[in-house]
Each structure stands twice: as structure tokens, then as C-alpha cells.
């Protein structure tokens, strides 16, 4: 990370920020000079789109109230708070945040992707919706990844083989294709300093025991498989048209 792209991200130094007198009482987007921080509340837990009994048996309620109500409000919380009084710099919105996010800055990187992870996650699980791709989205998976089994079967692997802690993603990668691939902790495809591999992520799996191991315990196959009968495929393809000019 070079020093300019450093400053970008921790706030604009360079122009007094760091010592002006409004920083201990960050909240608003306008202050002194157009210069925006972040607030203490800028990012905010989003509510599940259904019960948290929805996905019985597949995923139970204990472990949904869990993970969303306790460890996703952490994430947020701890964003908030390592953001608070900080300059936006041209950082907007929480994708642009991660796609320049410092790998040494631990607190955005592992509370700022575990907020956008879980946001995704979220969002890519039905109840209702398709039980398959469909439409453009299909063919891509046709084309980039051999078909839905094909893809089943690298999704699920690329789950299954993360050591530790992490998420497999189905992402659209720098080449304009769709691509599967797995990262560390709460590390996703749009932190391209931080991963192997980046690009837009339009599917996330959870893969931290957080998210199975009250039902699962150690059966992390058994839940990804639960994962995969459970995609919302609407979703997932809303993703892809939000991202329509990154395929190729
Ligand atoms: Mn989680």
C-alpha cells in the first residue's frame, strides 16, 4: 500500500483534517472546508427479508437470531466505531471502502467486509424465489462455469477446503467472467489488495462455524449443502444486472 493510497483511506492529512477542531464530534456529512468523515452511525444492521424460523430446517432459528442479531451487529457496530471521524475521502459507499481498503487497516478490513458479507448473505437466501439460475445468469454459469452442477460442486469445495475461518463467493473477476474462489476471515473478492482474486462478488457463502456449528457442530459439508438448496437465484441474478457492465 503506498503512502497516497494510505492517506486516502485514513483521512486527507495532507489537509489539516487531522487537527481540526470538528473531529471529536464527527456525525455529519457537511462540515468546515466540504471536507466529509464518516458518522458514528453510518452503516446500519439491515433487517432479514424474512422470519428468522424461515429457513427451518435448513438453517434453525437459534442460529439465524445469532448470527444476524449478535455477530452482523457486531461487525456494524465496530465498523462505525473504527470509522467514526474519519474522512470519506472518495470512499461513498461501503463497496468503495472495501475496494480500497488498506489490508493493514484490520478494523475496516475485518468489519467493514464482515458487514458487506453478511449483507450479501442475507440477501442470497430464500425462502422463495427460483430453486436454479435462470435466464442470463444461467448462461453465464453455462459458459464460464460448465453449468449449475459444475458450479455446485466448486462452490461447495471451495467451502469446504477454506481453512478456518472464511467464504467462498461466485464473483464477476477482472476478465468480465464469472469466477468461484474462496478468502480468508471476513475478506471478500472486492478487496483487491487483500485477495488473490478480485472482482464483483454477486454470491457469498458463510463458512466461519459461527454460522453452523450450533446445528451443524462440525458437518461443515452437511451445511453447505443446506447453503446451496436454499439460494435465492433471484437475488443472485439482480446482483448480475447491478453489475452488467463488468461482463464480458
Ligand atoms: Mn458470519
Known amino acids: ?58 438453517l434453525d432459528q437459534a442460529t439465524m437470531e445469532v448470527h444476524h442479531g449478535k455477530h452482523h451487529a457486531g461487525y456494524v ?36 467486509g464482515g458487514h458487506f458479507n453478511h449483507s450479501l448473505y ?21 459458459r464460464d462455469l460448465g453449468g449449475v452442477e459444475r458450479f455446485s460442486e466448486a462452490f461447495a469445495v471451495a467451502g469446504a477446503k477454506q481453512f478456518g475461518s472464511g467464504w467462498a463467493w461466485l464473483f464477476i473477476n477482472q476478465e468480465g467472467a464469472l469466477e468461484v474462489s474462496s478468502t480468508p476471515n471476513q475478506d471478500n473478492p472486492l478487496m483487491a489488495s487483500c485477495v488473490e482474486r478480485s472482482g464483483t462478488p454477486i454470491l457469498g457463502m458463510d463458512v466461519w462455524e459461527h454460522a453452523y456449528y450450533l446445528q451443524y457442530q462440525n458437518r461443515r459439508k452437511d451445511y453447505i449443502q443446506a447453503f446451496l438448496s436454499m439460494v435465492n437465484w433471484e437475488a443472485v441474478a439482480a446482483r448480475l444486472e447491478g453489475s452488467a457492465g463488468q461482463v464480458k
Request: charged share 15%; aromatic share 6%; hydrophobic share 40%.
Open 122 to 142: 442475507w440477501e442470497a437466501l430464500r425462502p422463495g424465489g427460483p430453486a436454479m439460475p435462470e435466464g442470463n445468469l444461467a448462461q453465464l454459469i453455462d
Open 77 to 112: 457496530r465496530k465498523l462505525n466505531a473504527a470509522l467514526a471521524g474519519r474522512s470519506r475521502g472518495t470512499s461513498g459507499s461501503l463497496v468503495q471502502l472495501l475496494q480500497q481498503v488498506n489490508p493493514k487497516d484490520t478494523a475496516v478490513r475485518n468489519n467493514g
Open 1 to 58: 500500500m503506498d503512502k497516497r493510497t494510505f492517506l486516502k483511506i485514513t483521512g486527507a492529512a495532507g489537509t489539516g483534517v487531522l487537527l481540526a477542531p470538528w473531529l471529536g464530534c464527527a456525525g455529519g456529512d457537511n462540515v468546515p472546508n466540504g471536507t466529509s468523515l464518516w458518522g458514528e452511525d453510518a452503516f446500519a444492521l439491515p433487517p432479514l427479508g424474512f422470519a428468522t424460523d424461515a429457513l427451518a430446517p435448513s
